[in-house]
């Protein structure tokens, strides 16, 4: 399976499951880090989100992606595939650590989380212990640190 278009058009509207019209809009996380995808997509059952997000890094990197999913996810950076995990289980942070290559400057990340049933969301950051990675939902939208 292969992420949605390489270069994605935010305006854009899709035809989803049973027909239904959809699109990008932007969300707020919890305090807590936790994207809470419940309630945001009827019917919330048997059903996927993306989530996308840009990661400004002030030079090439190895880093770690730490996530936690409910239910399976897949992540692609850069558009490139760089984790599956497609297990049934409640979301707690940092269930899953991928190592991954930052790019200096923007990089892309793009999450695809799978619904079954019941709750349904994630969490995502990258291990940062000297607070240099920025995070946006455009990249434009901040300057080099």
Do not use: C, M
């Not at 996380?29 to 989530?51: D, H, I």
């Amino acid at each position: 399976v292969h992420p949605p278009e390489r270069e994605i058009a935010l305006d854009a509207r899709y035809k989803g499951q049973n027909d239904a019209e959809v699109g990008w809009r932007t969300i707020q996380a919890e305090e807590s880090g936790y994207v809470r995808l419940s309630g945001l997509v009827q019917p919330n059952e048997q059903v996927l989100v993306y989530g996308l997000a840009y990661v400004l890094s002030p030079d090439d990197r190895a880093a770690h992606l730490l996530l936690g999913s409910d239910d399976g996810v897949r992540v692609w950076v850069n558009d490139r595939l760089v984790h599956t995990n497609p297990s049934y289980r409640a979301a707690a942070p940092d269930q899953d650590r991928i190592p991954v290559a930052l790019n200096k400057g923007w990089n892309k990340v793009l999450i695809k989380v799978l619904q079954g049933a019941g709750g349904w969301g994630y969490y995502v950051r990258f291990a940062d212990p000297r607070g240099e990675l920025r995070w946006s939902t455009k990249p434009e939208a901040l300057k080099r640190p």
